[in-house]
């Protein structure tokens, strides 16, 4: 801390009248002491950081703070104000300023000594000494915590007061806790328990701030908290049994708070950061209230059981798949929005439309066939980015924002180099891991302002770039060649097998992992201009097969009703339009429910559609679409019937495998413990289902 404020640095009697005259005035000391390298465009930063949200907090305390590339080092400059400036707080004006300036790519160290300044200036001891201090010298002490900050002669410096912050908030005021919160018969309650995650969008001052002032209500309230932090510094989880225990939420954030779906299910109060500084107890009030009358926030729904797994921990492997997931996940869109255009070309113009001229040379309003060219030409241009954003995303998963230009980079030299789908991985994981690489060398503070917007993008794109073009790319690309090749050789049984396994994969997790890299293989064979029959073929297999398990538990809930609850009867219902609109996770909640009998079934099912779509010799230009493409598919109504019988045999062989479940416990001989205890209390005993 010695090194981000000194005395000169102070400012004791500081004559501003405004926040921006305030601003300029603490700037200037930085400037004067090379902290600052432009003055008027670190003011114009920190006027955009106000914009967005007043930096004044309760109890006279202002924090105009940003982020800035032209801040060298982190700095800190504080200033004393006897007539107040307005920073937008509701009690009044400001008379302790501090202004925070830390560079675009200051390192965890600093910023985590920034949090923890934030932090003490939620300590009223700490808050007096500074109004009482009488030199510069001695404030900027007290600031760096090398002098006591009470008249007690208690010293508390700010990395104590950070680390004392960090541990539980238990604390008991003797308040009761609330209903559902008591402990075993004959001990103590336990206090309730609440779980925050506090952001603000610099991440440096209220983020740290807010988490301080919700321990300190926490522990006068008798409840335990504990706060996740998600700030410039990066965020630690918290842990997930930690999670799984507690009785509420609070989210005090102003950005998204970054993998919420961990906390659904319970009471949730959802605020900005600056409700959790000011009025922390209201919040806990409110998020207890929330808990005693019963209300949670739904499960999240958004991703597949496989892509929601996965704690701090893991091991490489689920890393790499999460990482490779990001990548697909976001590729994804292109290929929907790419190639539906692309297919309404061919519907519109016919399969000769690819040969039209350029829509900016060639264009009239009332020829369809120049709609045609134009849809088609639109399509080109969005499927031309697959690659790139593949490896862009999947750099981004392991080395977030700093990976995306190289990732990028490297995608688009696999496609200048022919190496494809697996140039495309190759990119994303080589970027992301240079990017780690660089950012594990230790910089001098010079430099580290420029570093995520200069430094690490020039050096990791050059690096990725030499590699794909001339190390890696080219046998990338001989190997592309050759699986192209042996695809479109494969033939009678051959075709067929692989019809079989790709209706396996994409029925293997119904969205996950597995049944994407089958779909990326297929969208990444018809992603060229003129794509051969077979990956023509691959693509009409891999979307027949997706369609089948929805179809089929829709197919199944109307069949045999009684072997499935209301809920998955409602599911059903819905199952028809996503299965027939090739969303394959719309079976999920029957797999989640029934996983041993859902999935094997399912993949039944869609092994057969992908080998019969294969064996009637089906293709399909269109990446997506499900039965409304189905004009655009080569010997549709051999495909119909290669769909429908997936979906017979897979909702057969689950009426069959649930039928076998609910008969199984009758043959047992009855006794107490064959009852259901939710039967009714007329003595009528119910089968307990397996």
Known sequence: MSDMITADLVDLDLSADTKEAAARALAERMAAQGRVTDLERFLADVAAREAQMPTGLDGGIGIPHCRSEHVTEPTLAFGR???????????????????????????????????????????????????????????????????????????????????????????????????????????????????????????????????????????????????????????????????????????????????????????????GVKAAVNRPGELIAEVRGKAARGEVTAAATGATPVERGGEPGEGYGTKLRKWLMSGVSYMVPFVAAGGLLIALGFAIGGYEINKAPSVTDHFVWTQADSWAALLFQIGGVAFAFLVPVLAGYIAYGMADRPGLVPGFVGGSIALTVNAGFLGGLAAGLISGAVVLAIQRVRIPAALRGIMPVVVIPLISSAVVGFLMFVVIGKPIASAQKAMTDWLSGLSGANAVLLGALLGLMMCFDLGGPVNKVAYAFATAGIAVSDPSDSAMKIMAAVMAAGMVPPLAMALATAVRGRLFNAAERENGKAAWVLGASFISEGAIPFAAADPLRVIPASMAGGALTGALSMAFGATLRAPHGGIFVVPLIGNPLLYLVAVAAGVCVTAALVIVLKGLRKQAPAAAAPGAGDTDPSASTTGTKQPVAA
Request: with cysteine; aromatic share 4%; net charge negative.
């Open 81 to 271: 104000s006897a007539l107040g400036v307005d920073f937008g707080a509701a009690d009044g004006p400001a008379d302790l300023i501090f202004l925070i300036a830390a560079p675009a790519g200051a390192d965890d160290a600093h910023l985590t000594i920034l949090s923890a300044l934030a932090r003490q200036l939620m300590n009223a001891e700490f808050t007096a000494a500074l109004r009482a201090v009488g030199d510069a010298a001695g404030a900027a002490a007290l600031i760096r915590g090398e002098e006591p900050a009470a008249a007690d002669g208690h010293e508390d410096s700010v990395a104590d007061s950070a680390a004392a912050s960090a541990e539980p908030a238990t604390g008991s005021t003797g308040e009761e806790p609330a209903e559902g919160s008591g402990g075993e018969s004959g001990g103590p309650a336990r206090p309730f328990r609440i779980v925050a995650v506090t952001s603000c969008p610099t991440g440096i001052a209220h983020t740290y701030m807010a988490a301080e002032s919700l321990e300190n209500a926490g522990r006068e309230a008798g409840v335990e908290i504990a706060v996740e932090t998600q700030g410039s510094a990066g965020f630690t989880r918290l842990d997930p049994a930690v999670i799984e225990a507690a009785d509420g939420v609070i989210f005090a954030h102003d950005v998204p708070v970054r993998d919420k779906d961990r906390f659904a299910g319970k009471a949730t109060v959802d605020t």
